[in-house]
């Protein structure tokens, strides 16, 4: 009885091929924001040596989602709306359409 761990945990086997392993790499992210393609140059990764499928870490996309987001983490500030007219109409005089 001869259980393979693994005993590095800093790489996990791949799920895609089954016959790589997923390892610690640095990779250039893509991803788009609006209409703008954003590269992030350095981005924590895992990648497969035998079919190259990539996984990032997850602490870092949030991070890269938190630092694109603008509108995520926010902080409430006075934003008050105008309110709009209201509808009841005061008396309105009305034009007199006979000449
Ligand atoms: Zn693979």
């Known amino acids: 009885m001869s ?19 997923l ?3 640095f990779v250039t992210y893509f991803t788009w924001l609006g ?14 040596d ?3 499928k990539r996984e990032y870490d997850e602490k870092a996309i949030q991070w ?3 630092l694109l987001a ?3 983490g ?4 006075n934003q008050q709306r105008t309110p709009p007219f209201p509808k009841s109409r005061p008396n309105t005089p ?6």
Request: glycine share 4%; with cysteine; proline share 15%.
């Open 35 to 48: 209409a703008e393609l954003i590269t992030v140059p350095n981005f924590p990764a895992w990648v497969c």
């Open 74 to 77: 926010k902080p409430t500030s």
């Open 3 to 21: 259980e393979t761990e693994n005993p590095i945990s800093e790489s996990y086997p791949c799920e895609q091929c089954h016959a790589g392993i």
């Open 64 to 66: 890269l989602n938190m």
């Open 50 to 52: 035998v079919c190259g």
């Open 94 to 99: 009305r034009p007199h359409l006979d000449s």
């Open 23 to 25: 390892q610690p790499r």
């Open 70 to 72: 603008p509108n995520a």
